[in-house]
Every structure is written in structure tokens, then in C-alpha cells.
């Protein structure tokens, strides 16, 4: 198979790294190189910037509102229309199951319809003042080049979520994909183009940490937007700190998933399941522990083995396929790493926990999705995010116990809660620090509500009215309609 080769993409046009080097990714399924990418560095990153400021004080910033919505529009539908070939590549690159990956990214045309609807649709307000002859109003401005930063578990749904609002706000882009996964924002860019979209709104300039270092601190970029891990947003919201500019930063999570005694054992198990084992469990919303009521602890943990051991794991573009490779050789090292530490420190592996074997794919990154059960509450397991197919198990036994467990982590990103009580549904919800709560579902998520993290999973918030105006700032107009001006220095004698 041959190797693919890719090119940052700026200014409407392809450009390889400065210096010229490049690097490597692979497919996880086979273990093989895949595609060759620039080695960008901070040269790159500024004149993809300079391209972006062009286009924010050129043409994308002369257009009218409903004119940018409109060609917003225009690219959700160019995104569905190309969603299995960028589903192709990402799949290519990141291991994720294709059918799955190509119903993400048709999503994502919601997003687009939505912040393309409300483009037109910022507006400012008129301030009431106690001086009659003073009109005072304010206007609602983008910020200019916004800076995002995506990882490589879902590079376009997350690359649309964190710049559909910035869009629509009037903001230019300068996406730093993960190396992982370049290729798809690549192409993202060039549908922009296509869509109609001015040369310089959508930028891409591909590489390792120092083009993310360089974004950060180019004097041209005037918000951050990062998903990733909570060690790495620290780093970025310190850094953007220094040059006064604000964060958007959806972070790692713990999350628990909560059955009462009184569930449909059907509903749990596939919602636990789902919530832990799609995607190989690397998602952000990952519910990677599980708290069951005592008194169907031992039936549940039993149906949830006997499930997760017929799980097939295979080639992610053969719609057979239940679950797919772990996307890096080093994230396949720190699943299996951390379940040999946990069952070194007395949790009980229930099934899976090693290598997987996968006929015909002798190279590829896979690992048996596992369950674990006895792990102490303080122990990593229970504390770190794994970011693979491992689900911690707990029994509990009351309503303020397992209301404490859910909230003793860092993290406070989802949580379920699986109970036909609707009052202690309701209870619970209140209680849990966390910025999501599904009630007998889990990973439902909208491009009309807010998603986002508390304590260490994140700042701010993306989707839903709220995330827009995030990408804009304020400004106040005070104007004097009387005919005669205030003098401070005509005092009365």
C-alpha cells in the first residue's frame, strides 16, 4: 500500500513545512505507515496566522452576517455530502469504527445549520442611562483569529464543534489537528474553499508539540480552543494567561455511571456497555466506572462479562466490526500498563485485560475490552483517565454513599444515573459535579445544548447559544445627543 502525502493549507493554498521535514503516521489496524504530513514549526504557524488576520480584516470580515451564515451552510452541506470519504481517512488513522465515524460527521451539518442560523442573529443592546441626552448601546465583535487545537479520537466532530460558533461570531480559524490525525482537517479546509468561503477563514498547519506551543503564542491569535488532557489544557490556558487572551478547554474525564436497584437490567447493561466500549473507549465522556446497587450488583457484573467477552474486535471498515484498534501504540501501552498496575494492587480483572489477537491484523493495536472489579477508590484505575476499553466496577448500597463516589475525582465531565425514581433522578443530577448528566441514557449529545467540563475537565462551554458567545467581545458606545457638553472645569462659585 502506498504511503499518502499531505500538506499544510493556508491562505486558500497547500504549503509543505519551511524546513521542509515531514513525519509519519500510521494505521492502527495494520500497523503500517500510512501518510507522510509537514513538520510545521512556529515560520509555519505564523504565516498561517498572517492568513488568517488577512481574511478576518478582509473579506470574511466585510461580508454581512447572513451572508457568512449562508456559506456556513454551504459547508455542513459539502461535509455530508463528503462524510465516508472523511470518515476513510480518519478511520485510516485513529481506528474508529467507519460506519460509526461517518454518522459523526454527517452530524455535524447540524451544527453548521445551526450556527449558520444564528450568524445573523448576534446582536447588541440599548442601555438605559439616567442621562436623557445620552444614548448608550453596545456591539457584539469578534475576537480575530481563533486558535484550535483538536485531538485525534474525533478530529472532525470536534474540529466542527470548536468552530461552527467561532464562525458564526465572524472569527477566522487556525486548526492545529492532532499528528495522529491530520488528514481530515486538511481536507476540511479545502471543502471551505469549495464552499465558497474566503481564502484564510479555515487554516491547517500540521506537526508535533511546538506547533501547538508556537499557536499559542502567536500575538495574531485571540482565543484558544483545546480538547485534550487536563496536563496538557493547564499548560495552554498558563501560557495563553500570559498574553491576556481567554480558553475554551474541554478536558479528560472519570465519568461514573450509576445504577439503582429499581432499572430495567436490559437498559443498564447496554448503557453501560456503550458507555465504556464504544469507540474502544476513547472518548472524552468515557463512562469508565460503574456503580451498581448492591442488590443486583453479582447479575448485572455477570450479564456485563458475559456481553463484553462476544465483543469482535476487527478491521473498523468491515461493518461486522464491534470495536476497532486503540488509535497509538503508546496509548495500547498505557491500557495494558494500567490494568497490570491495578491488578498488581488488588483489583480483580473479570475478563479481557491484555493484548488482543485479531485474525489477519498480526500488527495492529488492539486490547481486550476488560472489567475490573475491587479497585480501591484512591487507587489509579479509579483516579486517571485510561482513555481504552476499561470499566471499573463498585457495588454501593446508598443514595449519599454512591453521590460521593461519583464526585471523588479531578474530573467532572459526564455521569449517569440509570433509576426509573425520577425524584432521586433529579436528586442526583443536583449533586453530581459534573458539566453533563444523562438520565437512563448516556453520550446523547446536541448542537442546541452546552457540553462541557467542571473542576479539572475543562472551561467554558461548547454547543448550544451559550458557546457563541464565547467568540465574541463587548463593546460600548456612549454618545451625546444633548447640545451642550458637560465642563468639569466651569465650577460653581
Not at 481517512?89 to 485513529?94: S, Y
Not at 468561503?197 to 491547517?204: A, F, Q, R
Not at 501504540?329 to 480483572?349: C, F, H, P, S
Request: hydrophobic fraction near 45%.
Amino acid at each position: 500500500m502506498s504511503i499518502k502525502s499531505f500538506h499544510n493549507y493556508y491562505g486558500g493554498r497547500e504549503a509543505a513545512a519551511r524546513s521542509g521535514q515531514t513525519f509519519t503516521s500510521e494505521n492502527p489496524t495494520t500497523g503500517l505507515q500510512w501518510g507522510t504530513f509537514p513538520l510545521s514549526d512556529a515560520a509555519d504557524v505564523d504565516a498561517a496566522a498572517r492568513a488568517a488576520d488577512s481574511a478576518f480584516n478582509g473579506k470574511w470580515g466585510t461580508l454581512s452576517h447572513s451572508a457568512r451564515g449562508r456559506l456556513m451552510m454551504k459547508l455542513g452541506d459539502l461535509i455530508g455530502e463528503h462524510a465516508e470519504r472523511l470518515a476513510e481517512l480518519d478511520t485510516a488513522q485513529n481506528g474508529r469504527l467507519h460506519f460509526e465515524v461517518t454518522a459523526q460527521i454527517r452530524a455535524t451539518q447540524g451544527w453548521m445549520y445551526y450556527y449558520g442560523g444564528l450568524a445573523d442573529k448576534i446582536e447588541g443592546s440599548v442601555i438605559p442611562l439616567d442621562q436623557t441626552s445620552v444614548l448608550n448601546y453596545t456591539l457584539r465583535e469578534a475576537l480575530g483569529v481563533v486558535g484550535v487545537i483538536v485531538p485525534w479520537n474525533s478530529p472532525i466532530f470536534l474540529t466542527v464543534m470548536s468552530i461552527a460558533p467561532a464562525l458564526a461570531a465572524g472569527n477566522t480559524i487556525l486548526i492545529k489537528p492532532s499528528e495522529v490525525t491530520s488528514a481530515s482537517a486538511i481536507e476540511l479546509a479545502k471543502l471551505a474553499d469549495e464552499a465558497g468561503l474566503p481564502p484564510g477563514v479555515i487554516n491547517v498547519v500540521t506537526g508535533m508539540r511546538e506547533v501547538g506551543e508556537a499557536l499559542v503564542a502567536h500575538p495574531l491569535v485571540k482565543k484558544i480552543c483545546f480538547t485534550g488532557s487536563d496536563q496538557a489544557g493547564r499548560a495552554i490556558a498558563a501560557r495563553a494567561g500570559e498574553r491576556l487572551v481567554s480558553c475554551t478547554l474541554e478536558l479528560g474525564g472519570k465519568s461514573p455511571n450509576i445504577v439503582f436497584d429499581d432499572v430495567n437490567l436490559d437498559q443498564a447493561e447496554t448503557g453501560i456497555l456503550a458507555g465504556i466500549f464504544a469507540a474502544a473507549g476513547q472518548t472524552c465522556i468515557a463512562g469508565s466506572r460503574a456503580y451498581v446497587h448492591a442488590s443486583i450488583y453479582d447479575e448485572l457484573v455477570e450479564r456485563l462479562v458475559a456481553r463484553t467477552r462476544k465483543i469482535r474486535l476487527g478491521d473498523p471498515m468491515v461493518t461486522a466490526t464491534q470495536m476497532g484498534p486503540i488509535a497509538t501504540a503508546a496509548q495500547l501501552k498505557k491500557n495494558r500498563d494500567m490494568v497490570a498496575r491495578a491488578a498488581d494492587a488488588g483489583a480483580e480483572i473479570l475478563c479481557g485485560g491484555d493484548l488482543a489477537d485479531v485474525p489477519g491484523l498480526p500488527h495492529g493495536f488492539f486490547f481486550q475490552p476488560t472489567i475490573l472489579q475491587h479497585a480501591s477508590a484512591s487507587s489509579e484505575l479509579m483516579q486517571s483517565e485510561v482513555f481504552g476499553p476499561v470499566l471499573a466496577i463498585t457495588p454501593f448500597k446508598e443514595f449519599e454513599e454512591v453521590a460521593g463516589m461519583a464526585n471523588d475525582t479531578a474530573y467532572g465531565l459526564g455521569a449517569g444515573i440509570w433509576t426509573r425514581d425520577i425524584k432521586r433522578a433529579h436528586l442526583l443530577a443536583r449533586r453530581i459535579k459534573a458539566g453533563t448528566v444523562w438520565v437512563n441514557t448516556y453520550r446523547a449529545m446536541s448542537y442546541s445544548s452546552p457540553f462541557g467540563g467542571m473542576k479539572a475537565s475543562g472551561i467554558g462551554r461548547q454547543n448550544g447559544i451559550e458557546a457563541i458567545n464565547q467568540y465574541l467581545q463587548t463593546k460600548s458606545v456612549w454618545c451625546e445627543l444633548g447640545d451642550e457638553i458637560a465642563d468639569p472645569f466651569m465650577m460653581k462659585v
